[in-house]
């Protein structure tokens, strides 16, 4: 029996040359149970094929942020084209100037700007999420955030983000947690005016909720209101 | 094909392969969450690995990426794998006349799901890189280091397992 299994395994991958394929279309006329093995696999072939799919292309757009976010590693880094101290000293200039700036506009802490790469990040995941629904009977407020998926780390100059997505009556939201604390965009509204603790912002048609606290901050976005996220900022506990 | 970092040239290498690690990840992971998460994952490690990845087939390699890493979050949580439901579903059915076709179509989409997770191993693994991902049996030969003939014999096995299983739940099709 695995002689004809093995027959009919080379016959449906087109392995056998003219002669032997002639030799099992006649084999098959007599041997039923090398027949019902062939109607057996099509079969299988077509109910295993009624499970392709398409990728979604919310996800493709996601996969497409995180690859363009990501730091490139040694195996990847690009070789220097301009010199490393020459870079060095742009930076600084950048660095200084912006932090001069910053200071005489806000008057907080200096962050470095480069930061905000790490808010560009949070924000362009919490576009990748889904428009917020109309809510439905069994979807109350009360149910509390509810986790989607596993956390993905990623690192964004230099900052080592946590990004967690949480269902949040009415909609979706990303939740980014890092060690550092978030810098403060010029357009962004300080929730406590003593300091650089806790601002919101929008980015277009997202809202931004940061909470910087001294051993941990936490960035929230998503196309909900101030408030939802405001909610989903204490059902976390934060 | 090694880029130094160059994101567009990873993304024009691999992003036309999304479709196949996508399907290889909802057959992987425990729900449509996860399987997006094992999907960015893959682009993640490919990206990181990229410089080094030279001439071999970009699929297939991304494929191995995937299945790595997705055996390894398996076995971290100690559970079996199996098959998610299609997402786009629901979707489907809002915009479409013949919703009644539709929901049918994915009832027995669930039902092959089940039946797939009961097959043996190699035999769900073969029988979802080579009929579900689209790869040939010389691919997922490549990606699960045996030979040729034991892919196909073990896709046979999975096509003919999966049959079986289904039409004891009497959905076959008619057979002439």
């Known amino acids: 029996m695995r002689d004809h299994e093995a027959r009919l395994v080379s016959f449906l991958a087109r392995d056998l040359d003219m002669s032997q394929r002639e030799a099992f279309d006649i084999h098959l006329l007599s041997c039923d149970a090398c027949w019902r093995a062939l109607e057996e696999d099509r079969e299988g072939r077509h109910l295993a094929g009624t499970l392709r799919r398409t990728v979604l292309p919310a996800l493709v757009d996601r996969v497409r942020l995180v690859v363009e976010l990501a730091e490139p590693t040694e195996a990847t880094r690009p070789l220097p084209r301009v010199s490393a101290r020459l870079v060095g000293a742009l930076f600084a200039t950048t660095f200084v100037a912006g932090g001069l700036l910053f200071l005489s506009i806000l008057g907080t802490p200096v962050v470095p700007a480069q930061r905000f790469a790490a808010i560009d990040a949070v924000v362009g995941m919490a576009k990748t999420l889904p428009s917020p629904v109309k809510p439905s009977a069994d979807s109350a407020p009360s149910e509390g955030p509810r986790q989607l998926g596993a956390p993905v780390t990623m690192t964004t100059q230099g900052q080592v983000l946590r990004l967690t997505r949480y269902q949040a009556w009415p909609t979706d939201a990303v939740a980014a947690v890092s060690s550092t604390p978030f810098a403060v965009p010029l357009d962004a509204t300080m929730l406590h005016q003593s300091n650089a603790m806790a601002w919101n912002a929008a980015n277009g048609n997202i809202h931004i909720l940061c909470l910087n606290g001294t051993r941990s901050s936490v960035l929230l976005a998503g196309r909900g209101s101030n408030e939802t996220l405001m909610r989903l900022a204490m059902a976390l506990g934060y | ?176």
């Open chain 2, 1 to 176: 094909m090694s880029v130094g970092g160059d994101h567009r040239q990873f993304l024009e290498a691999t992003l036309p392969h999304a479709d196949v690690i996508y399907n290889l990840a909802c057959h992987l992971a425990a729900d449509r969450w996860q399987a997006e998460d094992l999907v960015q994952e893959t682009y993640l490690h490919a990206y990181a690995a990229f410089a080094s990845h030279r001439g071999a087939c970009t699929r297939s390699w991304l494929v191995a990426i995937c299945l790595n890493l997705g055996r390894s979050e398996v076995r971290r949580l100690g559970r079996r794998p199996r098959e998610i439901l299609d997402p786009n579903v629901g979707l489907d059915m809002a915009g479409s006349e013949n919703v009644g076709d539709l929901a049918l179509a994915s009832v027995e989409r669930r039902a092959v799901a089940r039946a797939i997770a009961r097959l043996p191993l190699e035999q769900r693994l073969s029988l979802a890189l080579v009929d579900i991902c689209g790869l040939t049996a010389r691919e997922a030969a490549e990606v699960m280091g045996c030979p040729r003939g034991t892919v196909l014999a073990r896709v046979h096995r999975g096509r003919r397992g999966l049959a079986q299983l289904l039409e004891h739940e009497g959905m076959s099709r008619e057979r002439p």
